[in-house]
């Protein structure tokens, strides 16, 4: 039985069936998804504002000293948040061995002891590293936001020491345009703060500088900004501890945002409202508070909810931020251009020429010079073309300019591996062997040529994936499936048609018609 007829048949009903939807835009099975440089959107350079992750560490810190003092209840005094410090003073100190114990397996914090006043700060590796670390969350996090969004192939990637690039193909309208970046640059960072009530009053007599001589900040209202809040400034618990949030709709049919907290959030949570029943606690989001209920009673399950007057559209975008996490630093918009689609369109058409024009060329050429031959090379070239689209199709992968441009150069690359096993063939034909005996010794010599040069190539297309960003991640793309499909096609299929026509090439008087080359005399056509 002829296997590699079999599968080369086979591969040439998976390419044309998986390429179908992408080639005549049917709404159902898999497409291939244009770039940016093709369909137009948005080009966006961010900045991250690294600085300000070591300040959110700072606070989270804070919050674990606090929590960890309340629940062995340890008394502390002072506890104040720097720019990049945290101190506060022990009462007892017949608990400072159970302080030591616990800061001692903090990593990567330094701890500075005067007495019972204690000064934590991050290590210079530590810094680094919460520094490296909010780029890299940074990046997983608007990816994951712009997924939930709903736009195909958005690219978020980094770019220099400390920015994002962001390509955002498919946003048509000022509409689309605001509602993402707003999504993108929203830090998304919830917190659950406790009301100052003992000096609630005196909030409008306060500055924030003065409140944080108290331990406390000012807050405005998301509202009525004119409305201030008086917190404490150690948060109860942030968002950090959020595992879901929803749009969901309360009695009056406003849209409200529900959350859940993991297991020690909510172990933190009920237990901070356990003990302050009939105080009040603030819901703050992104510095903003949206509502500071009164605690009726414990508040058990790790879940809440918050309510602004939302609309549908953002209530969903901040339970999209919610649910992908908070920015540790913030990003601010350092370029932004717009792709429009007329240049993808021309793009497109320019490069739909380049490769009908290189393909014709390619395909006469092959005819013309190695006969029946070279039209066995075309039916695995045409096939190659059709695999390509069918595996970025299945695969979802994105279309862009340099990816046309790489399909092109697969063109080229295809019918090379023919163009070595054709001339393979017709040396051994010269020499006089069995027209059986040429196809098979001329596959075997000239596999080692092919194999040498797919596989560097294949190399460089894994390299340029790894360190290349957008469009050039795209040319390694279409390189890459180009090189394995023409691999199945060049040297299986091609063979298999060979086996196939076998009987019929041996019988035939006319070898110049098969192989484009005259026996006899050994001249090539």
């Known amino acids: 039985m002829n296997f590699r007829l079999i599968l080369f048949i086979v591969a040439i009903l998976f390419g044309i069936g998986f390429s179908i939807p992408s080639l005549v835009s049917l709404d159902k099975g898999p497409k291939i998804t244009l770039g940016l440089d093709l369909q137009g959107g948005m080009h966006m350079l961010l900045g991250v504002k690294t600085d300000e992750a070591i300040k959110s560490k700072t606070k989270s810190l804070a919050s674990s000293i606090k929590y960890f003092t309340d629940d062995e209840e340890i008394v502390i005094d002072d506890l104040s948040i720097g720019e990049e410090s945290v101190s506060f003073a022990l009462l007892d100190k017949d608990d400072a061995p159970k302080m030591d114990k616990m800061l001692s397996e903090m990593k990567g914090v330094s701890v500075k002891k005067d007495g019972l006043k204690y000064t934590l700060t991050f290590t210079p590796q530590e810094k680094k590293l919460i520094k490296d670390y909010a780029i890299k969350q940074a990046i997983d996090t608007i990816r994951n936001r712009l997924d939930q969004f709903g736009l195909s192939e958005p690219t978020v990637a980094k770019q220099g020491k400390e920015n994002i690039l962001v390509e955002l193909p498919g946003i048509k309208t000022p509409e689309q345009a605001k509602r993402a970046k707003e999504l993108i640059a929203k830090a998304a960072h919830l917190q659950l703060m406790a009301v100052d009530e003992e000096r609630a009053d005196q909030v409008y007599h306060l500055s924030n500088e003065e409140a944080k001589a108290y331990g406390d900040v000012i807050l405005p209202d998301v509202k009525e900004p004119n409305v201030k809040y008086l917190l404490h400034e150690v948060p109860v618990l942030d968002g950090s501890m959020l595992t879901d949030a929803r749009v969901a709709y309360n009695q009056a049919n406003q849209p409200i945002i529900t959350f859940t907290l993991n297991s020690q959030g909510a172990k933190i949570f009920g237990d901070f409202s356990g003990k302050s029943v009939g105080k009040r606690m603030a819901v703050v989001l992104d510095d903003k508070v949206y509502s500071a209920p009164v605690i009726r009673e414990r508040i058990g399950g790790g879940s809440g909810q918050i309510s602004g007057g939302f609309t549908v559209e953002e209530a969903r975008d901040i339970a999209i931020a919610l649910r992908s996490g908070a920015l540790l630093a913030p990003v601010t918009l350092e370029e932004e251009r717009n792709v429009g689609p007329s240049l993808g369109a021309d793009s497109i058409k320019q490069s739909l020429i380049a490769l009908i024009s290189g393909f014709v060329l390619v395909f006469l050429f092959m005819i013309i010079y190695y006969g029946y031959a070279g039209l066995i090379a075309d039916v695995a070239l045409v096939a190659n073309l ?140």
Request: glycine share 10%; proline share 2%; net charge positive.
């Open 386 to 525: 059709f695999l390509i689209i069918a595996v970025m199709a299945m695969f979802g992968a994105t279309l862009t300019l340099p990816g046309m441009a790489g399909i092109v150069l697969t063109v080229g690359m295809a019918v090379d591996a023919n163009v070595i096993i054709n001339e393979r063939v017709r040396e051994l034909l010269r020499e006089g062997m069995s027209v059986r005996a040429s196809i098979e010794k001329g596959y075997d010599k000239a596999m080692t040529a092919i194999l040498d040069a797919n596989i560097t190539t294949l190399i460089a297309a894994v390299i340029l994936y790894a360190y290349g960003t957008g469009p050039i991640k795209g040319f390694a793309i279409t390189i890459s499936i180009g090189i394995l499909a023409s691999m199945l096609t060049a040297i299986v299929g091609t063979h298999g048609v060979y086996e196939w026509l076998l009987p019929k090439i041996s019988k035939s008087k006319n070898l110049k018609a098969w192989f484009g080359i005259d026996v006899a005399s050994g001249r090539a056509k």
